[in-house]
């Protein structure tokens, strides 16, 4: 365990004892705890209120902050541009105008890289200790809302507030103190490869596939958004396969997949509903078949780009399909309709400016990518800009923010 505390603001005068020993105790949260050193008199202080906005970092950029944090190499051209974003972005932090929440997907990234621990502090200290609900946990409350509206009958209704997918409160003031724990997932790490082997695989196979047969987009974009019953019951197969195994591991990891996960609830909500038990199985398939489902946010935000992917196929581009990019699409599909702002690959962002996703898609998220990194550093600087008086002045008390 590691704890870091910011620089103190200097002392001030005691109304109590009039000696200058008047200083910061404690910050964080909503309140400012100040104590006298010489007579012990103390006074919390309201901090004042803040409305921070949630900006999602790829784990390349999280990378390259960690670089800049930790002196390491930067990309040959983006030197200047590295170290200001580190700057602009931590600066921001500590004035409340934002915060770098990290996900599931920046964990399983994380986990294979050559020094996991350290780049796992970093983006918990440069963003603020702040995280993401997993994108699984995501998806289900969307599949949720699908199945509600599919057994009554009634529109889909989505909550997309930025707060239902934060693990803390956002508006917060940070606390003057960090602590991180080093956690090693350095276990799991051949596991992550393997399924990013597999994953990349199976998507070299589906672009072979889209280079020989030529789809145009409504083809495929149609294919992916009927695919979900298919697709559900094939990963249900497997994972049921799995809970077979002797090996303990296998068999865990089976039975708390997210389709496991799903079907359980799914059960459980057709059971609350008063369908009877041999009916509500088929309930489940029925949900995930329906038009309703297609509506989702996050599978018409996948839809929409793996269509997108093979209309760059067809056309010849060879370099569309990397390792990285099922997460990519995971992070984009989950994240974007709940969060102010997304800095993902170009590639990602590339297609969503593209017809008919810039037209058809609805999400919240202004989408950067190194492609218009000059827009992006624009925004942070229009953010420091706005930041009220009364918040600049406390953070500069607290933190040292000049």
């Keep these: 365990m590691k704890s870091f505390t910011w620089e103190r603001a200097p002392f001030s005068s005691c109304v109590v004892c009039q000696k200058k020993t008047f200083g910061i105790l404690r910050a964080g ?8 050193s010489s007579c012990r008199y103390t006074e919390d202080i309201a901090l004042p209120p803040v409305d921070k906005k949630v900006i999602y970092l790829d784990q390349f950029v999280f990378s390259l902050l960690f670089n800049v944090a930790s002196g390491g190499r930067l990309p040959r051209g983006h030197e200047a541009f590295a170290t200001e974003l580190h700057d602009r972005l931590r600066r921001l932090v500590l004035l409340q105008q934002i915060i770098l929440p990290h996900s599931d997907v920046h964990r399983d990234e994380t986990t294979v890289f050559h020094t996991a621990m350290e780049l796992r502090e970093a983006y918990e200290f440069i963003g603020g200790d702040v995280s993401l609900s997993d994108t699984s946990t995501i998806e289900l409350e969307q599949v949720l809302a699908a199945a509600n509206a599919y057994l009554n009958g009634t529109p889909l209704c989505l909550n997309l507030s930025v707060d239902d997918v934060l693990e803390s409160e956002r508006n917060e003031w940070l606390s003057d103190m960090h602590i991180s724990v080093r956690s090693d997932y350095s276990q799991f790490a051949d596991g992550l490869r393997k399924t990013r082997d597999e994953a990349h695989g199976e998507l070299e196979k589906l672009a072979a596939r889209w280079a020989a047969a030529k789809p145009n987009f409504d083809d495929v974009l149609k294919v992916e958004l009927d695919s979900v019953l298919v697709g559900k019951i094939g990963a249900l197969a497997a994972t049921e396969k799995k809970k077979s195994s002797a090996d303990p591991d296998v068999l865990a990891n089976a039975v708390n997949s997210p389709i496991q996960r799903e079907v359980r609830i799914l059960l459980n909500v057709m059971r609350k509903e008063g369908i009877p038990q041999n009916q509500v199985g088929q309930k489940v398939r029925e949900v995930w078949a329906s038009e309703v489902y297609k509506q989702l946010p996050h599978h018409r935000i996948s839809a929409y780009l793996f269509a997108a992917t093979a209309r760059r196929v067809v056309r010849g581009q060879k370099t569309i399909i990397n390792r990285g990019m099922m997460n990519d699409i995971r992070a984009t599909s989950a994240y974007a309709p709940y969060l102010d702002a997304m800095f993902v690959d170009k590639t990602s962002a590339q297609l969503l400016q593209e017809r008919p996703l810039s037209e058809d898609l609805e999400y919240r998220a202004k989408i950067f990518s190194f492609a218009n990194r000059d ?21 500069t008390r607290i933190y040292g923010v000049t």
């Design 29 to 36: 949260g909503h309140t400012l705890t100040m104590r006298c």
């Design 375 to 395: 827009d992006f550093m624009a925004y942070l600087e229009e953010l420091e800009t706005n930041t009220p008086p009364d918040v600049r002045e406390m953070a």
